[in-house]
């Protein structure tokens, strides 16, 4: 099985940064790619970035590119997202996803078998 925490929410100015966090533990084998993934209040769960087991490859959603950067430290179980120049549409609560299956995970929240509790991000303008 597979944990997930996530930490380094909290409350911005638009133009602001932030870094997230998301801790993993139990029982893993550090052979899984990591996504995030963000929910607004009434919207669906969209894509945000994600990021191979061998962290070599990453991919954004193209609101978030030149803003956003995912990265992971395998030898904490631990993958980041830094959040640059944060706007008003990016207030959401970010979940951290773990895709246990395949190595580079994906777009869809159906391509990941774990998920954390969420951090909550809110910009102000």
């Known amino acids: 099985q597979v944990q997930l925490v996530e930490s380094g929410g909290g409350l911005v100015q638009a133009g602001g940064s932030l870094r997230l966090s998301c801790a993993a533990s139990?029982?893993?084998?550090?052979?899984?790619?990591m996504g995030w993934f963000r929910q607004a209040p009434g919207k669906e769960r969209e894509f945000v970035a994600d990021?191979?087991?061998?962290?070599?490859?990453?991919s954004y959603v193209d609101s978030v590119k030149g803003r956003f950067t995912i990265s992971r430290e395998k030898a904490e179980n631990t993958v980041y997202l830094q959040m640059n120049n944060l706007k008003p549409e990016d207030t959401a609560i970010y979940y951290c996803a773990a895709d246990t299956r395949f190595p580079y995970g994906g777009e869809q929240m159906g391509d990941y078998d774990y998920w954390g509790q969420g951090t909550q991000v809110t910009v102000s303008s």
């Open positions: 990021i191979t087991w061998s962290g070599g490859s990453t």
């Open positions: 139990g029982r893993t084998f550090s052979n899984y790619a």
